[in-house]
């Protein structure tokens, strides 16, 4: 198949970890032999503020090949804040890109990207919105943003979702129950395997054999670090360490919740890690905490589990789709409840090879093969409908 990939998340040069799964996705679907375009469009700079996330924008190439995918970057007008005209002015941009022999075009990450299906109704394009989180779960809780969205994922030939929970949510929006198709993330079960944690630990430079608590994502509010600086203090493990890897814009209020914190001296940021690196830090970890308000399914949830380590999680989105172990999933969001759920699982942990088990289902070739199958029927569908 000839598949265009329209998305707002796509990793870049000066953004090079943003989107990394959506990379793989399509990498992925190029080495099985589709041919793949990204079309990653950008908002305009507004010149005089070229200065933080716009003096990155303003970085992007607007056009440059990456693992052998073609991505461009098309920019567009864009006034602050998530709106129905800059969702508009994302796909018509898009549109233009649109060439006569794509057989299916993809709005991977579905907001904005889904303005573009009924557009490409309009023309009989095939077209496939996926979700991903918080680009469905957010929006459609958005005063007049999610009957827009509602609208978009109507006109699409289809739509599929990384966790069921996702899917039942795109199904509801557009009124059209069990239409939607899961099509979970893969994880790279090379990279992310059980090793040795001390040898993963002198790498890091780690010393101290006491518990290492891992936190990986954004510094964000939908992620709620704060929480797990406050679950991590209530868990009584005095020669424990919490790591936060991730960067955004909740750092300072990180640093001066860490200050405060009872456990300061014992809670460190570390920034933004390579994938490579990432895998190191899991294998040093005892136990992956994730205190998300809202979650599709998290791929740092599918990486610590394939190697081998626990993780602790509030229950968000399809992350308890992917938790069998019952202490590892927190219904209560609390500090006491996150606390407590800690301290029982290191004092207890769950075999690795146990652990890396319950994802061995979860490979990116089976990923990209639902992913397939889910383009296949919707191109087969255009093509009957024609």
């Known amino acids: 198949m000839k598949i265009l990939v329209v998305t707002s998340l796509y990793p870049s040069p000066p953004r090079p970890y943003e989107g990394v799964f959506a990379e793989l996705r399509w990498t992925g679907m190029a080495q099985r032999g589709h041919e793949v375009r990204v079309l990653h469009p950008q ?7 070229v200065q933080g996330a716009w003096a990155e924008i303003h970085e992007m190439p607007k056009r440059e090949l990456r693992a052998g995918i073609d991505v461009e970057r098309p920019r567009y007008l864009h006034v602050p804040g998530r709106s129905r005209g800059n969702a508009q002015r994302f796909a018509r941009r898009a549109l233009s890109r ?22 490409l109704a309009g023309r009989g394009v095939p077209c496939v919105v996926s979700g991903r989180g918080s680009d469905v779960l957010e929006v459609a809780g958005e005063a007049g943003l999610g009957a827009e969205l509602a609208g978009f994922l109507a006109a699409a030939s289809g739509w599929c ?3 069921r929970d996702l899917v039942r949510a795109m199904d509801e929006l557009a009124g059209a129950p069990g239409r939607g198709r899961l099509v979970p993330n893969g994880v790279d079960t090379e990279r992310f ?5 001390a040898d993963a630990r002198r790498r890091l430079g780690i010393d101290g054999g006491g518990a290492l608590v891992l936190v990986v994502g954004h510094l964000i509010e939908r992620k709620d670090p704060l929480l797990a600086i406050a679950a991590f203090e209530r868990a009584g493990l005095p020669e424990a360490e919490l790591v936060f890897i991730g960067r955004g814009p909740m750092e300072e209020r990180m640093r001066a919740a860490i200050a405060a914190s009872g456990a300061g001296s014992r809670v460190r940021m570390v920034g933004e890690k390579t994938p490579d690196e990432l895998a190191d830090w899991l294998a040093a970890c005892d136990v992956l905490l994730l205190t998300s308000r809202r979650e599709g399914r998290p791929n740092v949830v599918l990486e610590a589990l394939a190697s081998g380590r626990p993780v602790v999680a509030t229950a968000a989105g399809g992350t308890g789709e992917l938790l069998r172990d019952e202490r590892m999933l ?9 606390g407590a759920a800690l301290a029982a699982v290191l004092a207890d942990p769950p075999s690795p090879d146990a652990t890396r088990a319950s994802v061995a289902d979860l490979s990116w070739a089976a990923s990209l093969a639902a992913l397939e199958e889910c383009l296949e029927h919707a191109v087969g569908g255009a093509k009957a409908i024609a």
């Open 161 to 163: 979702g990384v966790s």
């Open 330 to 338: 927190v219904l209560e969001r609390s500090p006491e409840a996150l």
């Open 193 to 197: 395997r059980p090793r040795d944690r």
């Open 43 to 49: 908002p305009r700079t507004p010149w005089p503020f």
């Open 98 to 119: 649109v060439r006569a022999d794509d057989d299916v075009v993809v709005c991977d990450y579905a907001w904005p990207a889904a303005a573009l299906a009924p557009l």
